[in-house]
């Protein structure tokens, strides 16, 4: 029996759920289980498929509908950022209780590590030895938090330097941890020496996302002054990428399987990639009459995923197509600021009501 191939465009829109969460005082017991919301998910097809049918005359199988899921953290927390473990535990930034929180979506068993006095956590990462890893701006300290015994270990930066602006962080291919600094630094720290290397970079403050190539190499975005840096990863000197549109607000970076760099731009409302092989650079604007595009992340297809907040929603983007497709937040506003996941699951800090949300992809 014959087939025609089918072009597909998919719309997913989120049906709203109860926001909970704001500036109420944050509740530090443990979020009992049933305290998460599952969203309705509807979606809208259009396909020129003549024949949808198999052999048997049974329905062809249709495609994976994505799952959308809410879980609540504690009331105030302000969840930051998020990052989630191969074995499923999903680690969360509570920037203003200054508290690292986890969250076990299994039994939906939500716990807090207090990181000390004056905290503030901004971004937290798995890294190679399985613990979280987290840039506190209030303690101006790199900070390792034990998985197991929750034990909280500290790395200041060099007296010197002052107040860096700890912002975002990620693992090169050799261990190191690379680090931004919002006022103005990038940095390097070797957990086996404890070694910290802070360096300057050009223009001053502004650098936000970080990523780390596959060849080695180390990328930044600096959002108030408008450009991505390429970081030489032994000597900390960087080389300014000027991105084609101006004043495009870089906010976020992601390198893909092949190196390519993606980029969320927040004043441009686009997503950018930029070939360092070839030096070109593409960029798209996403849907929507005024899109803010806030982080970008890449998934094990490279498949690239954005946070918008002009839409409220998480967008995804397929380079082969060049289409996207937009899943609205269940909660309103989201204001989903990062994104981080594992292979079948896209997971966001929702920092407007105090919960985190995850895509199951399939």
């Known amino acids: 029996m014959r087939r025609v191939a089918a072009a597909v465009v998919v719309a997913v829109v989120v049906g709203l759920a109860g926001c909970s969460g704001g500036d109420d005082d944050d509740d530090e017991r443990a979020v009992p289980a049933g305290d998460t919301t599952t969203t309705s998910t509807t979606i809208t097809t259009t396909s020129s498929s003549a024949d949808s049918s198999d052999s048997a005359g049974e329905p062809a199988p249709g495609p994976f509908v994505p799952q959308v899921e809410e879980f609540d953290v504690p009331r105030g927390s302000h969840p930051h950022d998020v990052a989630v473990s191969s074995d499923g535990i999903v680690w969360y930034t509570a920037q203003h209780t200054g508290k690292l929180g986890r969250l076990d979506p299994r039994t939906k068993k939500v716990d807090e590590v207090p990181l000390g006095n004056g905290s503030s956590p901004h971004g937290v990462i798995v890294g190679p030895d399985g613990a979280p890893w987290v840039t ?6 790199i900070v390792r938090v034990d998985p197991v015994s929750r034990a909280v270990t500290r790395f200041n930066p060099p007296s010197e330097h002052g107040t860096v602006g700890m912002h975002t962080a990620v693992f090169d291919a050799r261990g190191r941890l690379w680090f931004t600094g919002s006022a103005g630094f990038v940095g390097r720290l070797d957990p086996a020496s404890r070694r910290m290397d802070v360096f300057r970079t ?5 650098p936000y996302g970080i990523t780390a190539a596959p060849n080695g190499d180390v990328y930044y975005a600096n959002l108030a002054k408008h450009y991505l ?32 760099i993606w980029s969320s731009q927040w004043d441009a409302g686009q997503v950018a990639a930029y070939d360092p092989g070839s030096g070109r650079w593409k960029e ?3 849907p929507g009459a005024a899109p803010k595009a806030y982080s970008v992340y890449v998934d094990y297809r490279d498949k690239v995923w954005l946070t918008d907040f002009g839409a409220n929603a998480i967008v995804r ?4 197509t060049e289409q996207f497709t937009t899943f609205r937040n269940p909660s309103t506003p989201g204001n989903v600021r990062q994104q981080l996941g594992r ?17 199951r992809t399939g």
């Open 136 to 141: 506190d701006t209030g303690l101006n300290a």
């Open 202 to 206: 050009p223009r001053g403050a502004g």
């Open 229 to 260: 840096g390429k970081v030489d990863p032994e000597t900390g000197a960087v080389t300014v990428v000027e991105p084609p549109t101006r004043g495009q607000g870089t906010r976020r970076v992601w390198a893909d399987s092949a190196g390519v």
């Open 284 to 286: 798209w604007r996403l």
């Open 317 to 320: 983007f397929d380079p082969a």
């Open 343 to 359: 292979p079948g699951e896209v997971w966001g800090a929702e920092s407007a009501n105090d919960k985190l949300v995850v895509i």
